[in-house]
C-alpha cells in the first residue's frame, strides 16, 4: 500500500501488457479455456464425473501470470482432473455470479456435489491450491 497525494492509502496492482499472450501457452489436453457462461455450463455438465478446477484469471494480473506456469505443471500432475481458465475481462456477468473479487480465483467443483471448494491463490500460496487438489481429487 502506498499514500496518494491526498494521504489516503491505495493498493498498487500490478499490470502486465497483453502483447505476450502468457494465457495461451502451456495448457495441456486437460485444460480448457471458456468464453462465455453457456460454455462454462457445458464444461461443468460434461466433466460431471470429474473434479473440475475453475480458474479466473485477467492477461493484466501480475500474480496471474506468475501462476500461470506453476498451475500448467499442476495441471499435468492431475491428468483426471479438468482444468477450466476463465477470463474475468471477458465474462464479468460469470465472474459476479461467481462470487469472484479478487484474482486469480480458484473454484472446485464436483458433479452434484456442485462446489466443494473456493479460495484465493497467489505464487506465495500455492501449497493451498496442491492441498485442495490432494483432498478433492
Not at 132 to 137: C, G, I, K
Given at each position: 500500500?502506498?499514500?496518494?497525494?491526498?494521504?489516503?492509502?491505495?493498493?498498487?496492482?500490478?499490470?502486465?501488457?497483453?502483447?505476450?499472450?502468457?494465457?495461451?501457452?502451456?495448457?495441456?489436453?486437460?485444460?480448457?479455456?471458456?468464453?462465455?457462461?453457456?460454455?462454462?455450463?457445458?464444461?461443468?455438465?460434461?466433466?460431471?464425473?470429474?473434479?473440475?478446477?475453475?480458474?479466473?484469471?485477467?492477461?493484466?494480473?501480475?500474480?496471474?501470470?506468475?501462476?500461470?506456469?506453476?498451475?500448467?505443471?499442476?495441471?499435468?500432475?492431475?491428468?483426471?482432473?479438468?482444468?477450466?481458465?476463465?477470463?474475468?475481462?471477458?465474462?464479468?456477468?460469470?465472474?459476479?455470479?461467481?462470487?469472484?473479487?479478487?484474482?486469480?480465483?480458484?473454484?472446485?467443483?464436483?458433479?452434484t456435489?456442485?462446489?466443494?471448494?473456493?479460495?484465493?491463490?497467489?505464487?506465495?500460496?500455492?501449497?493451498?491450491l496442491?492441498a485442495?487438489?490432494?483432498?478433492?481429487?
Open positions: 500500500a502506498r499514500e496518494d497525494a491526498r494521504g489516503a492509502r491505495t493498493r498498487a496492482r500490478a499490470r502486465i501488457s497483453s502483447k505476450d499472450p502468457w494465457w495461451e501457452k502451456g495448457g495441456g489436453e486437460n485444460m480448457i479455456e471458456c468464453d462465455d457462461t453457456m460454455a462454462f455450463l457445458g464444461v461443468l455438465n460434461e466433466h460431471s464425473d470429474k473434479l473440475v478446477v475453475v480458474d479466473v484469471y485477467a492477461r493484466w494480473c501480475g500474480a496471474c501470470r506468475a501462476l500461470y506456469p506453476k498451475l500448467c505443471k499442476i495441471a499435468a500432475e492431475y491428468p483426471d482432473v479438468v482444468f477450466v481458465k476463465v477470463n474475468f475481462d471477458a465474462n464479468k456477468d460469470l465472474c459476479k455470479s461467481l462470487g469472484v473479487k479478487v484474482l486469480p480465483y480458484f473454484k472446485f467443483y464436483r458433479g456435489e456442485g462446489c466443494v471448494a473456493q479460495f484465493s491463490a497467489s505464487i506465495a500460496k500455492i501449497k493451498i496442491r485442495a487438489l490432494n483432498e478433492h481429487s
